[in-house]
């Protein structure tokens, strides 16, 4: 087949295409990268380098409130308001397993959930996606295959007296699942455990809680996000 002018033409327009692509990056990748950059009226190099500038700015930011971060403190807090110490091991299982899934799903009442918004944020820098839904029908949202699945209940009613759709949707998915509550629940449901192990009132439940996630997030960053 003669190599025609046209061809030729075709040719170079596609070499000069390559030319702005980064080496790390496929056509169809770079063809979704231009359309987001033609979107914001910018030219793509000019987007690269503000997606770089913001990651060195957020790294920079969490180097600085993560770098002053106790852990020993609240690790000290928590544990007096336990029956038994935390066992480091478990925090750093804990981790190990929203570091390993694309997603960390919570699930369970507004009042527990609204604890975790400083975490979700805090999450977010880590480049990690930490989502919470309600257990009510129409409003649950479904897991996907690698999503992590995080149950949130003090008295163990999120498994014993959950609607079939949350059942369905949730419970009977082959997602990984760990539980959180105030006393060791056993259920077929769950891969992991973790209590409070508190008699406190439900006020300081809730401090447990909250100190916890201070707790986990704060070993995540010294586990996969510190260099």
Do not use: W
């Not at 369970?108 to 400083?118: E, R, Y």
């Not at 996907?144 to 209940?153: E, Q, R, V």
């Amino acid at each position: 087949m003669p190599y025609t002018e046209a061809s030729k033409r075709a040719t170079l327009k596609y070499m000069k295409k390559l030319k702005r692509i980064p080496l790390d990056m496929q056509i169809p990748q770079y063809s979704r990268l231009k359309a987001y950059c033609d979107h914001k009226g910018k030219p793509v190099n000019t987007v690269i380098k503000e997606i770089i500038f913001e990651k060195i700015v957020r790294i920079k930011q969490i180097r600085e409130r993560y770098d002053k971060f106790e852990k020993d403190k609240i690790l000290s807090v928590i544990n007096q308001l336990r029956k038994s110490p935390i066992d480091m091991n478990d925090i750093d299982g804990i981790c190990y397993e929203i570091n390993k899934h694309d997603r960390f799903i919570v699930y369970g009442s507004p009042t527990l959930l609204n604890l975790l918004f400083d975490f979700q944020v805090d999450m977010k820098m880590f480049d990690k996606t930490v989502l919470l839904s309600s257990v009510n029908n129409g409003k649950i949202l479904v897991p996907k295959n690698n999503d992590l699945i995080g149950l949130f209940t003090a008295t163990g009613r999120l498994l014993g007296c959950c609607d079939a759709k949350f059942q369905e949707v949730v419970l009977d998915t082959k997602n990984t699942k760990i539980l959180f509550s105030k006393s060791q629940i056993n259920s077929e449901y769950i891969d992991f455990s973790f209590s409070m192990d508190t008699d406190n009132d439900y006020y300081e439940m809730h401090y447990v809680f909250l100190f916890l996630f201070d707790l986990i997030k704060t070993r995540y960053y010294e586990l996969y996000i510190k260099e």
